[in-house]
Structure formats: C-alpha cells, structure tokens
C-alpha cells in the first residue's frame, strides 16, 4: 500500500509520501536510543508540564485536527472532533496520575528478612507503535501518553493512509516541550517493521490491527525475547434480554454498529436479542438504521460517511454477498450507493448460520449481523462462539442475569445496560484472538515497565 492520503469520499489521491531509507530510519533510531538515556530521568513533574502543555495545544487545534482526520479516513467530522476531545482528556489523564500509578509499592520487609523491600516500576526503553487508521488519533495518543509518562520513548509506526495524521504525532510532543527523540513518527511500509522491531535498541513493541499483522509482530518479537501489547480487533456480540429497557437498548444498538462508519473494534456486530423482544428490536431498529444519513463526512448532519478504503468496502461488500448466497436474509441496505467513495449502505442480516463467513469474521463496516436467542444460556453460548474476546454488551435489568453475563461473557470489558467504549480510567484489551495486555489505566501505564524488586538489608 502507497503511503498516501487519499481521500475515501472521493477517491482521489491528494498527497504522497516516500518511505524513509534505510539511513534515515538508523538516524531516528539512534536518536530515540540516545534520548531514552537521559529523559528516563527527568521527573514527573517535568513530564507531567510537557504531557499538559501538549493537551492544550491539541486543544487549541481541535477543528484542523479533526477535518485533517475526516480527510484521511472517512470518519464524520462530529466523530473526528470528538476523538480529538478524547485524545486531550486522555493526556490529562496521564499527566495528573502517572506518578501515582508508578510509586514504589512497599512489600512486607520482616517477612523476607529485610530492612527495607519494596517493588518500583522503570522505563523499559524505545517502543515500537505499530497503529491502524481507524482512531487515527486516539490509538496513538492511548499508547503516547502513558509510555511517555513511564519515561519510555515512543516510535510510531503508523497505518500508510494516515500519513498527516502521523506526521502531525510526532511534531506534537517536541512543540510542546518534550525533547525531539521521545517520539517519533516512521513512515515506513509494512515490510520494514521487521527490521526496526530486530533491532537490538527497541525495548518493545504494541500493534492495534489485524489478527494477521498481530501474529506476524508478535512472532518476531518472541524471538528477539520483547515484550508486547496486542489489540486485535473483535465481534463483540451485543445481547438483549425481555427486561432490557428497549428504546435505551436500539437507541444504542445504532451507536455502537455504525460509530466510526462501522469501523471500530469494539463496535457491536452480533446483535442476540431474546425471542420475547426480538421482534420488536428487529422493528426499531431496522427502522432507525434505514433513516440514517449516509453522505459526505465533512457535512453536518451525516451520519455514516464513507469506509476507509476501497479494498475494506469491497471486504464488507462480500462478507454479506457470501452471507446472503448462502440463505441469510437482507433486512435493510446490503449495497454500494451510487455515489464516488468507498461507501456502503447501513445494513442488518438476518438468518446468519455457522457455513457463513459473517458467523465467525469481524465485519468491519456498517453491518449489523441480527440473532433470536431463547434463553441466557444460548446467549452466553453464542456470545462465546467467535474467537474473538474484546468487547461485550448485555442489556438487562436482572441482578442476577446481570452478574451471568459479567462473569460468563469471555471478553476485555462487559459493559452492562451501555456501549462498550474506552476511558482512560478503565484497563482495555481482549482475550482469546483479540490479543493480550492492557492499554489505558494504571495498568496500561505499567505494561511497559520493568517491574523491580528490590531489598535492602
């Protein structure tokens, strides 16, 4: 794939970039390495100014921000704002509690014949970010924050159409006071990730994107021995039981399926509604999802702008041909609209059985995979069924089907009676093939540490 912006509504190529040579990538390379040997010791303090002084000034350039966003991927401009909103919370976040996060943890000293025994957390060195375009923003952002706070340096790999995005990255930090080598961007192709993750001046490495790409860095890193992160998309499934409060639970059925066109990890994509109300969603929300605006992204009032790019319009477009070929039954939408960009109709199927390639793979696109389930126990059993494990929403007003789905549900996050969606307050990461580790909260700080014991006689 070129590096380049091409914008998704149109299609048209708007700006190119060369990859870095093999020079220009040993340059940042040694710079991060050289960086990394003396910002592990600055403070919290100092951090925690930079961290700040870097939110306000993404702050203050929120409109360009986001329509730079919206150009490059296709997301509303609404939706481009408010990531950018939630990228500056996020900094915040880290600046105000990363110290707290990373204070020496005292252990019981007498009981291991010490004076003094406590556990404390230390940078692990230069990480390799290897990014997708989907939250262009935010998923960088949601690594940045914390690795910087850690006192780690940051190397940003990101997705080839998302080129500004990335560029604008790694000028934020050094605007805003960070020494240049803490982070940079790389624009380079997938084929050279190998390389820079080999390299002896890498500490570790965290990818958010497919399950494919997930395998590949993961193998490598395991034999250079480094630690890594891994978020690798999901089918979160989406469950309505007879007491659930129905309008709360379509009102956000519509969010979470065709939040960022459709393209978000941790969007519901198999919704299991109870044979009691099943009906009557099915009703609603079909209807809700035929009346949504699909239009230009840039325009107010749109609802779901166009795919990304072409091949992951053409990706959704046989997911469901392969789906409804095989019996499964259109509901609403199930085309291409008649219009220039890589957009695809909202679209709910019904009658998906395991022989469809919809039952067991992510749709990432504004396709809702609709299932009657008749009891807890088959909603559990068919919640569970994917190989995936990021996400799961169940809507109920019943303790103790509340604390069934919680406990059973094989996921990162349930969330109960709401959207799933990420805090920085909140650990976020998946089981099973939606990866491992943990992204955001004290433990997402803490995943690219060196966690020391250390006893004073």
């Known amino acids: 794939m070129p590096i380049a912006t091409i914008n998704p509504a ?8 060369e990859p870095l ?7 940042r390379l040694a710079l991060a390495a050289t960086e990394f040997a003396t910002y592990r010791t600055t403070g919290f303090k100092q951090r925690s100014e930079w961290m700040r002084a870097a939110a306000d000034l993404l702050s203050s350039e929120q409109e360009d921000v986001a329509r730079l966003m919206t150009t490059e ?24 509690h990363a110290e707290e996060f990373l204070a020496d943890e005292p252990a019981d000293a007498p009981a ?22 989907n939250f262009p923003l935010w998923q960088a952002i949601r690594f940045a924050a914390p690795a910087l706070m850690a006192g780690n340096v940051g190397l940003l790999k990101h997705a080839s159409n998302v080129p500004q995005t990335a560029l604008y990255l790694g000028e934020l930090f050094a605007r805003a006071g960070f020494p240049r080598g803490c982070f940079q961007t790389l624009l380079i192709g997938s084929d ?29 890193a395991g034999g250079e021995v480094k630690k890594t992160v891994l978020e690798l998309g999901g089918s979160d499934p989406y469950v309505v039981m007879p007491s659930a409060d129905l309008d709360a639970a379509v009102s956000t059925a519509i969010t979470s399926r065709v939040q960022n066109n459709g393209q978000s990890c941790i969007a519901a994509k198999r919704f299991l509604v109870h044979a009691d109300v099943h009906d009557a969603f099915t009703e609603r929300f079909v209807e809700r999802m035929e009346a949504l605006r699909v239009g230009d992204p840039m325009e107010e009032g749109t609802d779901v702008g166009p795919l990304a790019t072409e091949q992951g319009r053409d990706d959704v477009e046989m997911l ?10 259109v509901l609403c939408g199930g085309y291409i609209p008649d219009r220039p960009g890589w957009f695809y109709q909202p679209t709910v199927v019904a009658g998906v059985t395991p022989e469809m390639r919809m039952f067991s793979e992510e749709v990432f696109g504004p396709v809702a995979a609709l299932y009657r389930i008749a009891d807890i126990d088959e909603a559990i059993e068919l919640a569970n069924v994917t190989d995936f494990g990021l996400g799961a929403n169940a809507w109920t007003t019943d303790p103790a089907e509340q604390e069934r789905f919680v406990t059973d549900l094989a996921a990162g996050a349930v969330f109960v009676n709401g959207m799933v969606t990420s805090y920085p307050e909140l650990p976020f990461g998946g089981v099973k093939n939606s990866g491992y580790g943990r992204e955001l909260s004290a433990h997402g700080i803490r995943e690219f540490c060196n966690l020391k014991a250390v006893w004073i006689g």
């Open 112 to 133: 291991v014949g010490a004076r003094r025994a406590y556990s404390r957390y230390q940078p692990l060195g230069p990480v390799l970010a290897v990014m997708p375009w």
């Open 192 to 220: 050279q990730v190998e390389r820079v993750l080999r390299d002896r001046r890498v500490a570790a490495a965290t990818l958010t994107g497919s399950e494919p790409a997930g395998r590949s860095v993961a193998s490598v």
């Open 320 to 329: 469901v041909a392969d789906a409804v070929g095989r019996g499964a039954r």
């Open 10 to 17: 149109t299609g048209e190529t708007l700006k190119t970039f």
């Open 73 to 96: 991927m296709g997301k509303t401009l609404a939706a481009a704002r408010a990531e950018v909103a939630k990228c500056v919370k996020g900094m915040r976040y880290y600046a105000e």
């Open 21 to 27: 040579g093999d020079e220009e990538v040993e340059e």
